[in-house]
Structure formats: C-alpha cells, structure tokens
C-alpha cells in the first residue's frame, strides 16, 4: 500500500479515536488509540508500516519532548529534582538489573546481556501515557512534577543503557565504569547542544530583526526544526538527541519576550499550532504502539516453540515486578530523605509515584533496536523479547488506567470563576437598564434582549465548566434529552401541516442552533444516541423533512408564524417538564431544578413573543451593534474590578483577553440572508391592506 493510502488511513484513524473518546468519556483515549492501532495492525495497511525505531524517535518523540520542555513548569520540576534525578538515572539502572537478571532466571536460553537490554528498554516511564492517564485525575502536585520531570529526562537514560547492552551483547564486553561514564558524557553533551542550538537561533532571529525581515510563519517554521535539528546535531555527537531536544524546549520557553503587536500574534499561532501538532503526535505514539503489538504477538502467540500459558505468568510476573521494584526505589528515597515515620504516612503518594510510573512506546521503540543477528548467526529470541516487552508496557497501562483512579482523590473539579459571574450579570444588569429607554424601537429592544440572552448562555457555560467531568456527562444527557423532544415534536407538527415551511425551518435553526453548543465536547454514549444517531435515523426515514431543513432561499417570518411556533413551543416544553420530572431518580434533584426553571423561563419569553423574536434578530447587524456594547461594558467592568484588587492583573487579562477573542469573531461573522427580520413582512402586510 502507499505511503499517500496510509497517512490518509492514519488520519482517519486518529479522527476516528477523538469522536469515539468523546462518546466514550470514562475510557481514556490512549487506550482507544491502542485499540485502533491493534485493529489496523491486522490489516493490510497495518503489514505495509514498517516500523523504523530511529525515524520514530527523531520524527515523533523529540519534537513531543520538546514541547513538553517548553510547556513544563520548570520552577516546580527544580524542586523535587533530586528523586527525578534518581528515578531517571537510578531508577532506570535499578529496573535494568532488576528484570533483566529475573528475566535471564526464569529463560535462560536468552542471553544476559539481551536480558538486561530488555530491562533497559522498560527503564523509563513515559511522559505522554502518564498525562493522559492523569488529566482527568486529583493527583498531588508534587507527584505530576515528578512524573512530568521524569518523563522529560529518563528516555535518554533509558536509550543510552539500552545501547550498552547491545554493546555487550555483540561484543561479549561490558564495563559498568565506562558505561557509567558514556551515560554522564551524552547527558551533558546534549545539554550543550541544546544551549549551543538556542543561542544559534537567538543570533538568526536578531539577524532577521535587523533587516526588517520579520514574519511570523518564517519564525514559527523556526521553532518547528528546533527540535530535529538538536537531536540531529546531538547524534553526530554521540550524545542524547533526547536531551537535547528537551533542554532546547526548555531554553525556548525561558528567553525574553517583548510585549508588541508582533510577538502577540506569533504566540497566538505558535500555540495553536503546537497544540495541533501536538494531538496528533500523541495519537500516532499510541495508534502505533497498537500496530506493533499486533506485529510481535501473534508470531510468537501462535508459535509452537512457547507455552502461551509460561509466557502469560512470564508477563504478569515480569510487570508486578516492574513495579515492585519502582516501588521499593521510590520508598528507599522517602525513608533516606524524610524517615520513617513520614514516610509511612505517604503510602499513597509512593503508589502514585509507583503506578504512574507507566511505559509507553518508547519502550518498544527501544527494543525494536535489538539486531536480528549475532556474530553473523540468527537471533531467534528477538521476537520473544519484543512480545515480552509489547505486553508487559501494554500490562501497566491497563494496571495505571486501573489503580491511579483509585489511588487519587476523585476527578479533577474545574475551579470555579465567581468573579466572571458578577461580571458578566453585571452586563445584563447594563443592559436591562438600557430596556428603560422609552426610544427604543421594537426592533433595538429585541436586540438588547438577544445580547442578554447571550451573557445568561455565557454564564450557564461557565456554571457548567465548574463541574467535574461526570456532572457535566449528566448536565449534557439531560439537554440531549430536551433536544430530542423538542425536534420530534417539531416534526410531527410539521407532519400534521400545523406549520409552513417557513416557520419549520425558523424551529429547526433554533434547535440546530441549541444543539451545537451542547455538542462542542460529547460526554456520553447516551447524548450521542439522542443527538447523532437518532437524526441520521430520521434523516433516512424523513429525507424530505431534512431536505426542507437544509434548503436555502430568502424567506420572512411575520408575527403568524411566530403564534403558530409559540403554541408548538408550548405544547412540547410541557412534555419536556413531564420528563424531567420522572428524572429526578435518575439524575440529581438540583440539576433537575435548574432544568425546570430554566424551560419555564423559556415558556415565558415565549409567551411574551420574545424568544423566537430575540434568534431572529441575530440575523440582522443591529445585534452586533449592541453585542459589541455589551463587550464594552464588559471590558469597563474588568477594569473596575482590576482597580479595585478584586481580581489580579493576570485574572484580568484573561478576561480581556476572551472578550477580544469574542469580539474579533463577532466582526467576522456574515448575517444569514435566510430569514429577514417579522416586523418587515408586518410592514409589508400592512400596506397591502391599505
């Protein structure tokens, strides 16, 4: 197959893990990834990728590593440094000698030094399985630094020991004193490298300052090699490429920044960039571990030579050790530097320390490197050490999917932001104030109750992102419910001719328009179920319904239609209360309060004829002549309270920071032609009576 077939098969893949981690919010979407990976692994895409450790490393792990340096928190990381230290030097070493001498005990038939290769590649604990292990999790601060700091250093132990072994495995020679020396001498010639790198870029970019030459892709294209080019260089060197893509990372994010115009828009674009860059790169570390898995388990799974029973306690007993051993490493540090007392009373933060000690494809990457041959004679336990090595790094992600929840204090509960509250009914309360001008036209009133009903959206967004991940599963179930009733019994309105085509299409844009924002982040199978799959079902049993929806053409809703969608409204918000009602031993009472109250306020302004009125005048540019006076406001409010210390000035630019995002969007944004505003059909109506 292609190399073009493949990257597009990949792409799908990685799309398809995303959509299938939002439905599935509780499994964590690495393991999705595996999955997906393991599934291609047995097809012909997946027998066409042919797995090359070294491009893996250089094309994937570094740059990762190097936004993982530029991203880190340095000054935390400095302060548990000593036990990072020893668990990326130490800890990789004490793993080394560990299994490999267990693994060579209990097979001899593989050589030792093979054996303590194999220890080696499980030395170091991958950063980018713990963090998405841990992002959903309550973890101790002091832990994910040491597990962040960890993750950015071990790799280039664990590669260099690695290569040791290899070493005495083809030349029959190990010293311990050299390789210990080799180990400190690539450590620090890649810490160079990264410094020599950074210094090199600073003098391109003073260069390119001085000629007036500034760009922001140019400089951004910059960055982007960074990474490359110091594992590049550190290779030529015989020093870690690792180190020295993580100490440029590092080194990149500590150097000054001007405040300009210049240097805000390179951060905006570098960000977002990265952040995609990022995503995918972690999906492929993950989609590939899948593949390699399927490559390496079934020859030696479906070979007679090997009791598939021996090999399934060889795992087990192999990854209780891993772990055993990091344990009782991470436990000798505590008691040498903290006793035994304090010790004792931190069980929990050394099984943290211990289960979230995962690997990762880095570990496979490493034992890929192991050569097929040995003095010219074939190697044939190659294929049972990378089968050892893929289920046993598989094992402890399944083991740290399982316990670190356990092990934490919950989900992580989004901090609250009481302060962006008042704002913002601060600005409604402005704004209902500006309602008592007796010149407002009809239409100016609609507008201000449209800009309204866009802070109180605005407020629910931020009530809602205060609430851990399985309330806010809940508060999504609950509006995917209400979104499903309100479309059917639009529909069977529609079915029954009780409204045209015309005030049909109004309702459907409404509920499309409700729909979306709840589907920014799918939570649940069961919102997927009542959003997704239910309308492709009545795409297919209704197409002239969804035809009808979709069509286009310039159309006017006069006050007619708004009676005969404010009965409907009606009729199918009194269903959504019968619901709710007989989900109060579903879901908690309070969400299901908020629900009631918020629909009955709904039927009010429909009542009042504007609900329908204040989604039709968003259409028109008078809304966003008076949204951007509600950003005004806003912005003048964020100063108030920066003046008076009720926020801080970080706080504060935050804020600012989301209204100039809010407004720039807002300018950018084309009115939609399809409806035009109901009083000029009254107008027009009136005219043609007279």
Not at 285 to 307: A, C, D, K, M, T
Not at 337 to 352: K, M
Request: charged content about 20%; some cysteine.
């Amino acid at each position: 197959m292609g190399l073009i077939e493949i990257i597009i098969i990949v792409a799908i893949a990685i799309t398809l893990s995303n959509v299938l981690a939002k439905v599935f919010p509780s499994f964590p979407i690495f393991m999705i990834q595996i999955i997906i990976g393991i599934i291609i692994g047995f097809t012909e895409v997946g027998s066409s990728i042919h797995f090359e450790p070294e491009v893996f490393l250089v094309m994937i792990i570094a740059p990762l590593l190097f936004r993982e340096g530029e991203t880190a928190d340095i000054a935390s990381i400095l302060k548990h440094f000593g036990l990072i230290l020893l668990l990326a030097f130490g800890g990789v070493i004490f793993t080394l000698f560990g299994l490999g001498f267990v693994l060579h005990k209990i097979l001899p038939i593989i050589p030792l030094a093979a054996c303590l290769a194999f220890g080696a590649s499980l030395g170091p604990t991958d950063a980018v399985a713990v963090n998405s292990l841990a992002k959903r999790l309550n973890i101790p601060e002091s832990v994910m630094h040491v597990l962040e700091g960890e993750g950015l250093i071990n790799d280039a132990t664990g590669v260099t020991a690695f290569q040791f072994a290899v070493a005495a495995l083809l030349t029959g020679r190990f010293s311990a004193m050299d390789a210990s020396i080799s180990l400190l001498e690539s450590s620090i010639v890649g810490v160079l490298v990264g410094l020599v790198i950074i210094w090199v870029k600073n003098e391109i970019i003073k260069i390119i300052e001085r000629i007036s030459a500034q760009d922001v892709s140019a400089y951004l294209l910059i960055e982007l090699i960074l990474p490359f080019t110091a594992y590049f260089i550190a290779e030529l060197f015989h020093a870690s490429g690792i180190i020295a893509a993580v100490v440029t990372g590092v080194l990149q994010a500590t150097g000054f920044r001007r405040v300009n115009l210049f240097e805000a828009q390179l951060s905006n674009v570098t960000e977002s960039t990265w952040d995609t860059i990022s995503f995918m790169l972690n999906a492929l570390v993950f989609i590939f571990l899948g593949i390699e898995l399927s490559q390496v388990f079934s020859p030696v799974w479906n070979s007679q030579s090997y009791s598939n029973l021996h090999l399934l306690g060889i795992v087990l007993l192999l990854t209780a050790l891993l772990f055993v051993l990091r344990f009782l490493f991470v436990s000798g540090f505590y008691v040498v530097t903290q006793g035994w007392q304090t010790t004792r009373s931190q069980l929990r933060e050394r099984l943290l320390l211990t289960f979230g000690g995962v690997k990762g494809t880095v570990s496979i990457a490493t034992i890929f490197i192991l050569p097929t041959t040995i003095h010219g004679l074939a190697f044939p336990e190659r294929s049972l050490l990378l089968f050892i090595t893929a289920c046993v790094t598989f094992l402890t992600l399944i083991i740290g999917m399982i316990l670190l929840p356990i092990l934490s204090e919950g989900e992580v509960i989004p901090p609250t932001d009481p302060k962006l509250m008042l704002i913002l009914r601060e600005v409604i309360s402005e704004l209902y104030a500006d309602l008592d001008d007796k010149k407002l036209s009809e239409k100016e009133r609609f507008a201000l109750l449209a800009v309204i009903a866009n802070y109180q959206g605005r407020i629910q967004q931020v009530f809602n992102n205060s609430m851990p991940e399985s309330a806010q599963q809940e508060f999504q179930e609950i509006q995917a419910l209400i979104i499903s009733v309100e479309r059917d019994g639009l529909d069977e309105s529609f079915r029954r001719h009780q409204i045209d085509a015309s005030a049909y299409r109004l309702y459907s844009r409404f509920i499309s328009n409700v729909s979306e924002s709840v589907t920014k982040q799918m939570l649940s199978l069961l919102s997927f179920w009542l959003i997704f799959v239910r309308r492709i079902i009545r795409i297919i049993l209704h197409p002239k319904m969804f035809w009808q929806r979709k069509k286009k053409q310039k159309e006017i809703v006069d006050n007619r239609d708004i009676s005969s969608l404010r009965k409907i409204f009606i009729r199918n918000s009194e269903v959504i209360l019968d619901s709710l009602e007989n989900l109060r031993d579903v879901y908690d009472e309070d969400l299901i309060d908020f629900f009631v109250d918020e629909r009955k306020n709904l039927m009010n302004q429909v009542s009042g004829h504007g609900l329908f009125g204040t989604y039709l005048i968003q259409q028109d540019p008078l809304y966003v002549k008076e949204l951007i006076r509600g950003f005004y406001l806003e912005r003048k409010l964020i100063d108030q309270y920066e003046a008076n210390s009720e926020i801080t000035n970080f706080t504060a630019n935050n804020y600012r920071h989301q209204v100039n995002q809010l407004e720039s969007y807002t300018m950018r944004q084309s009115s939609d032609p399809s409806f035009s505003f109901v009083l000029k059909r009254q107008k027009k109506r009136t005219k043609e009576t007279e």
